[in-house]
């Protein structure tokens, strides 16, 4: 499959929460599916496969996370409930259930979504996923949350960007990365980042997988350098969730950009069992 791309970008849209705004956009008609990014990334993330969902036949909505972005970074909490929050808002304010399509952060704060608001969610579609906090040492923590202080958490994550590519990039990453950079080197946003990075924890969303009946897919990785067993971290998540798991060959933790014609009809073919178009 030859990734669609498109000549422009919808209108960035804003739905008012508690401390500040939640940018977003949305094309298309049909079910609704609500794509959002994980911690320093962008919706923009979305920009092979949005277009291939709203050609399908889908409402493709693409969502900020607060303090990234679009979005305000007016926000004092971050992380997985906080997102969950977010998501919940969105899907509201565009009416009806949808599917979460949630990379990294995002697919915690979509398992929080669903096992709080069953009736709001028509299933999970969870790449990248952290659901449980990583295994590492307090000192990897603490070494993490350092690198990533204001005063440089642009620099860094610059240079660390392509590491969570590892495997495949997209043909675009060095532009997409420059873009990435440049709205996290604005006003504001570097603290907001880091305060991400501070305040979240996964904990949250595993407390709460054995709460959620939605249906879903988990599309991992198979070189993504977040996890020590990407493989066994998916099926784990699939054992837990009762979901498909797609292990997507020289990708990392951005399987939907690295590999889209992988993950393209893996995530179609979900939705045309979940929310079939009519």
Known sequence: MTPATHTSSPSTRYITRPEGRIAYDVQGTGPLVVLVPGMGDLRTGYRFLAPELVAAGYTVATTDLRGHG????????????????????????????????????????????????????????????????????????????????????????????????????????????????ASLKRPGYARAFSLTTDQTTHD???????????????????????????????EWIGEKLNAQVVIVADAGHYPQSQQPEITTPAVLGFLSTVAPVA
């Open 70 to 181: 679009d979005s305000d970074t007016t926000f004092s909490a971050y992380g997985d409930p906080e997102t969950a929050g977010d998501i919940a808002a969105l899907i509201d304010e565009l009416g009806g259930k949808a599917v979460i399509g949630g990379n990294s952060l995002a697919a915690g704060a979509a398992v929080i979504v669903a096992a709080e608001h069953p009736a709001k969610v028509a299933g999970l579609v969870l790449l990248g996923p952290f659901v449980r906090n990583p295994q590492a040492s307090a000192f990897e923590k603490w070494m993490f949350r350092a690198m990533m202080a204001p005063l440089w958490a642009a620099s860094v994550w610059r240079g660390y960007m392509p590491t969570l590519y590892k495997g495949k990039k997209p043909a675009d990453f060095e532009q997409y990365r420059s873009t990435v950079i």
């Open 204 to 234: 949250p969303a595993e407390a709460r997988l054995g709460n959620v009946a939605a249906p879903a897919i988990v599309i991992m990785g198979d070189s993504d350098p977040d996890f020590k067993d990407p493989a066994g971290e998916a």
